[in-house]
């Protein structure tokens, strides 16, 4: 291969990427995914269910789900969890900014793989619940 | 006005004209249509944006009463008062907590005029009020909120409303959020006063604005702009029942807008303009090219057709219809000219001289017969003239004949003529002369009665074979005589002895000398006249011909010549007898067309006509 269709790819390749930020995944397994109605209903039908907001430490600041835990899905271990959801069969309701954001995702993906059997994704996140005028908590 | 009288160059060129003036109006119409559409649009588009730049003012003051009623709702104190809302001190804490925003400040309390917080219970019964903020406005939570509210969900209910309503004082604009958050125990009503915010949607618009009331009240934003440049653009925001809220207006900087579509005016019509008529300039130019010019050609060929000249060709270098039209000219020329060679032959094979004069005595039309009869076989007869053929006492009679204009009327005359046959010798004949009217003048038909071949015929040919045989014999004798004289002229002895035939002679030479000198001077005016007529004006020989209508034009294998001109330009070619009259006319035509000119050639030919008349009248 030539340096130049080399040098080509390369660029075609970069200007894709940085052109459009990638979507969430449309399912996730071993997550039921939830719209905000869903998300309203579940809270106030279940008071044992634990929300956890997988965005930074600011954003959560700035506005979070009533009820929410903030815990970054980079820095979620299993202790972490487990501190917050020790059984693993408790309904465990995940969300992060919208289906731009793969936090919730990933952290969904951990959950998951640790053993945690009721798990709920509200794909489309922060995003909408701001949209929908719902209340929100500002610390 | 009659039709007929109207060219086809006339009729297009006003054409033409018509349509430059109403191009130029219509420019001028469309230009300032255009500037007057420019304008609506230009507000209009303002007007869109004003609205835009509203709606944006009041979102952004929504996320701060969102914010405001957000922190409110979720405050502890606040909702366990209201849990205990019955007694009358938990009222008074409900009312200090509204209050403290009022005094100790809130999160974007720069960004918003707070007027008034209230707390409603779930049944939209109002609980307590700020006693901070405006006081007096209507003690319930507005119609469109309650109305919205009640239409609601059980969870729909959760989430903020937002309303621009009209109070007794002012319009308000107000944001209800459940208190207690999800698990809600009543609302909160956040109402401010959004005149405060408006004056940003100048800042959005970029342009000034004066924001009045529903019922015109002026508000403390006000930028009016009176000036001729600044266009007024008014948008009515209405309030979430749909009544007239704010009329917001805007001033719009038309000066430059202005001198933009002044400019865009002028280019757009001059080019318009400019377009127009260098297309009909063009247009212009291809009619004259491919219609006038060749029509003009071709009606010219027709006129001169139409007045006999039958061998000329029409131009039909033309549109194709124009074409054809002298196609057809040309096919009925060719009939007339087939019908013509017919009669002539029927003509000719009339045993008597038929013959035709024109205005000036010129031979038009002669036939076989009256060839035969004058002895011109196989001769150019297109010079002939009546003198020519006719002795002079016949040539009175006709030219008396011709002057009484009644002739005309009385039908054709018959007469005994004296004829002169081409060798000289002269015959009386029977003539029946028909006046004629013909291209413009007067002239004769005439028919010379053939002549029976019978003894007194034959004597009278034989006289004058005698005759002219004798006369032969003077010229011999005449010759001799000057032989005889020249040799004379050298032997002065001898002269005296031939003294009374000198006398004779020296008469004779006389007439002869004037006769060669006035041929001379005819040359030289002729000469004169056309050299004047070529360096004063510019134009031809057959132009001179054509134009002076003095001289005829004949065609030779299709080419315009002037044989008889032509005669006069040469004193070798010049007529024994020249026409000395059409000299005359010829010279003060030319003089008369040349009147402006002082030229050299101009005088000389005054002096040569004035020689020449001085020589005609002594001859």
Known sequence: MSKFTFILLLSFSVTSVAREKPHAPEELLGANIVSVEEVVEMILSKPGMVLIDSRKRMEYIKGHIEGSVNMLNTEMTLDKLQSVAPDKGIALLFYCNGVRCMRSADSINKAVAWGYTNVYWFRDGWKMWAEKKFPVVID | ?619
């Open chain 2, 1 to 619: 006005m009659h039709i007929e009288k109207l060219s086809i160059k006339a009729a297009t060129t006003s054409i033409i004209v018509m349509v430059g003036v109403v191009a130029i109006f219509l420019s001028l119409f469309a230009g300032s249509y255009f500037r007057q559409a420019a304008l609506n649009e230009q507000v209009s588009s303002l007007a869109r944006v004003i609205e835009v730049a509203s709606h944006e003012v009041l979102r952004s003051v929504s996320e701060y009463t969102f914010d405001l009623g957000m922190i409110l709702g979720h405050n502890k104190q606040l909702i366990t008062a209201l849990d205990e809302a019955d007694s009358n001190s938990s009222k008074q804490d409900i009312v200090a907590l509204l209050d403290d925003p009022f005094i100790n400040g809130f999160v974007g309390f720069a960004n918003i005029n707070l007027v008034k917080l209230r707390v409603y219970s779930l049944d939209l019964e109002l609980i307590a009020e700020s006693s901070v903020g405006i006081s007096g406005i209507e003690n319930h939570l507005p119609k469109y909120l309650a109305t919205q509210i009640t239409r609601r969900s059980k969870i729909e209910r959760l989430k903020a409303m937002d309303a621009l309503w009209l109070s007794d004082h002012s319009p308000f604009f107000s944001t209800l959020v459940p208190l207690g958050g999800l698990h809600s125990v009543g609302y909160l009503e956040v109402v401010v006063d959004p005149v405060f915010n408006l004056h940003q949607i100048g800042k959005i618009t970029k342009t000034p604005i004066s924001v009045f009331t529903s019922t015109d009240k002026q508000t403390a934003i006000n930028d009016k702009r009176l000036q001729d440049d600044y266009l007024p653009v008014t948008f009515t925001l209405l309030t979430s029942d749909g009544e007239p809220a704010f009329k917001i207006v805007g001033y719009e900087d038309v000066g430059k807008l202005s001198v933009a579509m002044k400019r865009t005016q002028l280019v757009t019509t001059s080019g318009f303009l400019l377009l127009t008529f260098g297309t009909l300039l063009f247009a212009l130019w291809l009619f004259n090219k491919f219609l006038f010019i060749p029509l003009g050609q071709m009606v010219e060929g027709m006129k001169q057709i139409a007045h006999g000249k039958l061998d000329l060709i029409v131009n039909k270098k033309g549109l194709r219809e124009f074409s054809i039209v002298a196609d057809s000219f040309e096919s009925m020329i060719n009939q007339v000219k087939l019908r013509t060679n017919e009669l002539e032959r029927l003509l000719n094979l009339d045993g008597s001289a038929i013959l035709r004069f024109g205005q000036d005595g010129e031979v038009i039309y002669i036939n076989k017969g009256a060839i035969d009869l004058f002895g011109f076989q196989g001769e150019k007869i297109s010079d002939l003239e009546l003198c020519d053929l006719f002795s002079d006492e016949a040539i009175e009679v006709m030219a008396n004949y011709s002057a009484n204009s009644v002739a005309v009327q009385d039908g054709p005359l018959q007469i005994q003529l004296g004829c002169v046959h081409k060798k000289g010798t002269k015959f009386t004949s029977d003539a029946i002369i028909t006046p004629l009217v013909a291209d413009g003048g007067f002239g004769y038909t005439m028919v010379l009665s053939a002549v029976a071949d019978n003894e007194d015929t034959k004597l009278a040919r034989y006289v004058a074979n005698k005759v002219e045989n004798n006369e032969h014999r003077i010229w011999a004798v005449e010759r001799s005589l000057n032989s005889i004289l020249e040799m004379a002229g050298n032997n002065h002895g001898v002269i005296s002895s031939l003294g009374a035939i000198d006398g004779f002679h020296a008469r004779s030479v006389k007439l002869q000398d004037d006769k060669r000198v006035l041929r001379e001077q005819v040359v030289r005016v002729m000469q004169s006249a056309l050299v004047c007529w070529e360096s004063d004006l510019g134009k031809t020989k057959l132009e001179l011909a054509e134009e002076s209508g003095i001289w005829q034009v004949y065609i030779d294998k299709s080419t315009p010549t002037t044989r008889t001109l032509d005669k006069y330009l040469h004193i070798d070619s010049c007529p024994k007898n020249p026409r000395n009259q059409r000299v005359s006319d010829t010279a003060e035509f030319v003089l008369k067309k040349t009147k402006s000119k002082l030229s050299s050639c101009r005088k000389k030919l005054e002096e040569e006509l004035e020689a020449f008349r001085t020589t005609k009248s002594g001859v």
